[in-house]
């Protein structure tokens, strides 16, 4: 998971000079992961703020630290929509539009 990940990163390295949040997924139907968030939202959305979180003190020992997110032109087709980040509502559930969403998440937070 994450937090262990972050952890022993931590506890293995003096300093990050880079960090960059590449990783995603695009699942084209609405699941849950095992703590009931919706997996898009899970590891697009949440799995770059954790990773970004668990490391700034490592980031904050640099000289000139910088966090990449890469993104995609998916999110100009969507707006952020606030009231609905996990997807409950959208009908159908389009795994298209959903990465979308994500990734417009990514850069608003």
């Given at each position: ?53 668990g490391l700034v ?24 929509n606030v009231n ?26």
């Amino acid at each position: 998971d994450i937090h262990s990940f972050t952890r022993k990163f931590s506890e293995e390295n003096g300093k990050l000079d880079v960090l960059v949040n590449n990783a995603g997924c695009m699942v084209n139907t609405r699941e849950l992961t095992g703590d009931d968030l919706e997996k898009n939202f899970a590891t697009n959305t949440l799995g770059t703020h954790i990773m970004t979180q668990g490391l700034v003190d490592l980031l904050k020992k640099s000289s000139d630290p910088r966090v990449i997110i890469v993104s995609s032109g998916g999110m100009l087709v969507q707006k952020l929509n606030v009231n609905d980040l996990q997807f409950e509502k959208m009908s159908p559930f389009d795994g298209t539009m959903a990465y979308a969403q994500n990734k417009r998440q990514q850069i608003v937070m």
